[in-house]
């Protein structure tokens, strides 16, 4: 399977994405389809072996719509700055036209000036079919393909008052209509550039990502520094930053040391600073000293470039609630187009209200009901959303993860890295026979030198001045320790687990070993041949931050667990610590995922993990949510990635996720509230009891400020505090 992404062109309402969407999905060969009406954008999975880009091309091409490969290097901006400019140019010169044909129309019905209504008409014809000439291709090319979109209902509209202004004109007849066509043509451009204008807005997160990639790299090659454009970096290339200067590329520092900006990429606010062997991220502005690093991620692989590809599908994806809208959507066109029939029909034939009213009551039907400001509703905040999360550092990888994250009952927090700083220090050595302390770190670090464990890191950096031994015959038992033979002898370094399953008594120091783990303490034991012979305990230091981000969620009403493989004494003491009532404990890396499907059954659940063990429960969690400091199978599964590593960021993307749906929810109502209030006035139904009739002028920019007045609710969701 292969996936795709085109840019697509022509699309103006939810109807126009649904026949996109219709034609390809229905093609052989497509798995699955997303056309995004905000983004202007088709993500398309499909079967390599049956279809290629170009047919796919071609099929949005054959409903009428421009249709071209997205190779990520395109700048999406510059397309919607030559729409805009588009747009601007068709306003101004159809106002230029309008504003007379108004004038005429409206004042000088008496005192006509000669050939006033030729001149009307003159003027009027431009507006009709060169202005609107992109509204008539759109329509017709639906029709050919048996369906209708907005342009439908405009062209409908601006045709049947303008060709019935034109039999009028000829025929001798008084009043035309020519200023009716012509005033709505303008506003429905100007409701387009005004929409144009907003849609812009909403993508400014990914754009100002976008703005921070650099362009130029300082790299050594060959013993001189060279200037090169930074996509012609490779990884190992050795490149010199600067103060001042933007890092190119993900790298390691290898001299000099700084501080760099981090807050564009992660919403840290506070500089970093950087030292050899620290790792620095594309993007990021180097502050005061100067740095050599080796490249190590180039291209697409950079952190950055990483961050912007998962914006760009989070804006692009769908949310479950806009299946709703595209419901509605893909039957309200024709529905619309048999009520305006309907109107004329009752009002010409039944009621006897004459031509004209049946004609206007008709066209004023046609144009308030576009369905914009429904198709808006969803993607639209999605679009705000993610990008206010962005620049929080809260990456959210798609609408649905968007829609779900408010309705989370528990929150499962993994400890070690989350809770705490996942940098745990040796605190105690104790020898329970004749070695000393050096003697006991020797032997427990050179068994854990091999371990990629946190607590084997803090091991090995205390013993970092004493010789180690060699070890043979090394094996880790994931969630017990570690087995290893040091001169024929026999060692096992791990917790209780590992003493139970190799027969060795530790209950003659039981006592110690609890005193230690009250502490919070986590106690490595290390037996020689089926004796005890001593004990080291290592306690990782709690975030400053947790204590406050597990009471911001419990006051969201949301339950938080503690999961960790330390024993229950050292998880009481770490829960109690950051005042959490509920814990599991002595959890093996690989029964995580079973301790949140037992919650799952209670209600929605979320995962918060950084480490390698704790990918499959952050996949199997209704939420995963990663560390951004964590591993990269964390940071892939996982549906949130929090990039400043700071746990009250949970309750943030929670709260952000309520405050999207919130508006999303607004949106939809007014789109729907607008159309049941403003299609009944328009046809007329008031006009008996109340006189109110809709002129389809104003119906016209009723429509354009509908989808207008959705896009700036979800731009409010800018000002909202998380």
Not at 282 to 291: C, D, Q, S, V, W
Not at 498 to 508: E, T
Not at 537 to 544: P, Q, T, W
Request: proline share 3%; glycine share 6%.
């Amino acid at each position: 399977m292969k996936k795709i992404t085109l840019d697509i062109n022509g699309m103006h309402c939810a109807s126009c994405s649904a026949v996109i969407n219709k034609a390809l999905t229905k093609t052989d060969g497509v798995v699955k389809s997303n056309v995004n009406l905000t983004t202007n954008k088709a993500t398309i999975q499909y079967n390599e072996n049956k279809l290629t880009p170009d047919t796919l091309i071609s099929v949005v091409k054959s409903k009428g719509y421009g249709a071209n490969l997205n190779t990520g290097k395109t700048n999406n901006s510059e397309n919607e700055k030559k729409e805009i400019k588009n747009l601007k140019n068709k306003f101004i010169f159809s106002l230029i036209l309008t504003i007379p044909v108004f004038v005429l129309s409206m004042f000088f019905t008496i005192n006509q000036i000669p050939f006033q209504n030729y001149i009307i008409w003159l003027l009027a014809t431009p507006i009709q079919f060169i202005v609107a000439g992109q509204m008539y291709k759109s329509a017709f090319t639906a029709l050919k393909v048996k369906t209708a979109n907005m342009d439908t209902l405009i062209v409908l509209g601006t045709s049947a008052a303008y060709f019935f202004s034109v039999y009028i004109l000829f025929t001798n007849g008084m009043h035309l209509y020519f200023e009716a066509s012509a005033v709505l043509i303008t506003i429905v451009i100007l409701g387009r550039l005004l929409e144009a204008k907003a849609k812009q807005r909403t993508s400014e997160a990914i754009k100002a990502l976008i703005e921070l990639k650099p362009k130029i790299a300082t790299v050594i090659r060959n013993n001189i520094e060279i200037k090169i454009p930074v996509d012609e970096v490779i990884e190992g290339d050795v490149i010199i930053v600067k103060p001042g200067e933007k890092i190119p590329v993900d790298g390691k520092v290898i001299e000099g040391s700084s501080t760099v900006d981090e807050s564009m990429v992660t919403g840290e606010s506070i500089s970093i600073e950087k030292i050899t062997g620290d790792n620095v991220i594309g993007g990021t502005i180097n502050k005061f000293g100067t740095l050599s690093f080796v490249a190590t991620r180039v291209g697409s692989n950079t952190t950055l470039a990483r961050i912007i590809k998962l914006i760009e599908d989070a804006q692009g994806s769908k949310a479950p609630i806009q299946r709703f809208a595209d419901n509605i959507s893909s039957y309200f066109v024709p529905i619309i187009l048999l009520i305006a029939i309907t109107t004329f029909l009752i009002w010409y034939f039944l009621v006897g209200a004459g031509f004209n009213f049946a004609l206007l009551t008709s066209i004023a039907v046609l144009v308030i009901a576009c369905p914009c400001a429904l198709g808006l509703a969803t993607p639209t905040a999605i679009m705000v959303g993610t990008g206010k999360g962005a620049k929080e550092g809260i990456l959210i990888k798609g609408g649905e993860a968007l829609e779900i994250a408010h309705k989370i009952k528990y929150v499962i927090l993994d400890k070690t890295g989350t809770i705490t700083k996942g940098k745990p220090e040796v605190t105690d050595i104790i020898s329970l026979n004749k070695l000393n302390k050096d003697e006991l770190l020797t032997i427990a670090a050179s068994i854990e030198k091999a371990s990629e464990h946190p607590l084997a890191e803090a091991i090995v950096n205390k013993a970092e001045n004493l010789n180690l031994i060699k070890v043979i015959d090394f094996n880790a038992i994931a969630g017990h320790g570690i087995t290893a033979k040091i001169n024929n002898n026999i060692y096992y370094f791990g917790n209780l687990r590992l003493m139970n399953k190799k027969n060795v008594d530790v209950s003659k120091n039981k006592q110690i070993i609890e005193n230690l783990e009250n502490d919070g303490k986590t106690v490595m034991m290390l037996a020689e041949n089926n004796t005890l012979i001593g004990l080291v305990a290592v306690a990782d230091e709690i975030k400053e931050s947790s204590s406050y981000a597990i009471k911001k969620l419990q006051e969201q009403n949301i339950i938080v667990y503690m999961i960790t493989g330390d024993n229950i004494r050292t998880a009481k003491a770490i829960a109690k610590k950051v005042n959490i009532q509920n814990y599991f404990a002595e959890v093996l890396p690989e029964d995580k995922a079973n301790y949140v499907k037992d919650l799952q059954k209670l209600g929605k659940v979320a995962m918060v993990g950084d480490g390698i063990n704790d990918g499959p429960a952050i996949a199997q969690a209704d939420i995963g949510i990663a560390m951004g400091s964590g591993a990269d199978v964390a940071m892939e599964t996982g549906n949130i990635v929090l990039m400043k590593n700071d746990l009250i960021d949970v309750s943030k993307a929670i709260k952000l996720s309520k405050i999207t749906m919130t508006k999303i929810k607004q949106n939809m109502f007014w789109a729907l509230f607008y159309n049941v209030l403003g299609i009944p006035i328009a046809a007329g139904l008031l006009y008996p009891l109340t006189g109110w009739l809709l002129n389809p002028m104003i119906a016209g920019g009723a429509m354009a400020l509908s989808s207008v007045s959705v896009i700036s609710n979800s731009l409010l969701l800018k000002i909202k505090k998380l």
